[in-house]
């Protein structure tokens, strides 16, 4: 089992960066897929990035290709989501996810642990 803690949410202006982080417990860590969603008022959490047990594998959503990158360190149990170019439309709460296992996956379905969440708010 693996306990998430997301940080570094926050208030930024349209065209900053944020980067939101993810530490796990647990000393299995490198046996996870991680990903992140998000949730923005009255609607159904969305995909935004995952990343395989090895971090040889990377998946993005559509709508953040080319400006967030995901990232992945075994050795201090952490995965990062580096955001860039925010846009309003980007504000939600930004939710961290694991599964056990070598693949990631896009769907809320198919993760079994989930952080509390860290709330993201892009001003236009």
């Known amino acids: 089992q693996v306990h998430l803690v997301e940080s570094g949410g926050g208030l930024v202006q349209a065209g900053g960066s944020l980067r939101l982080s993810c530490a796990a417990s647990g000393r299995t860590f490198s046996s996870y897929a991680m990903a992140w969603f998000r949730q923005a008022p009255g609607k159904e959490r969305e995909f935004v990035a995952a990343?395989?047990?090895?971090?040889?594998?990377?998946y993005y959503a559509d709508s953040v290709k080319g400006r967030f990158t995901i990232s992945k360190d075994n050795a201090k149990n952490t995965v990062y989501l580096q955001m860039n170019s925010l846009k309003p439309e980007d504000t939600a709460v930004y939710y961290c996810a694991a599964v056990a296992g070598t693949r990631a996956y896009t769907r809320v379905y198919e993760y079994d642990y989930w952080g509390q969440g860290t709330q993201v708010t892009v001003s236009s």
């Open positions: 990343i395989s047990r090895s971090g040889g594998s990377i």
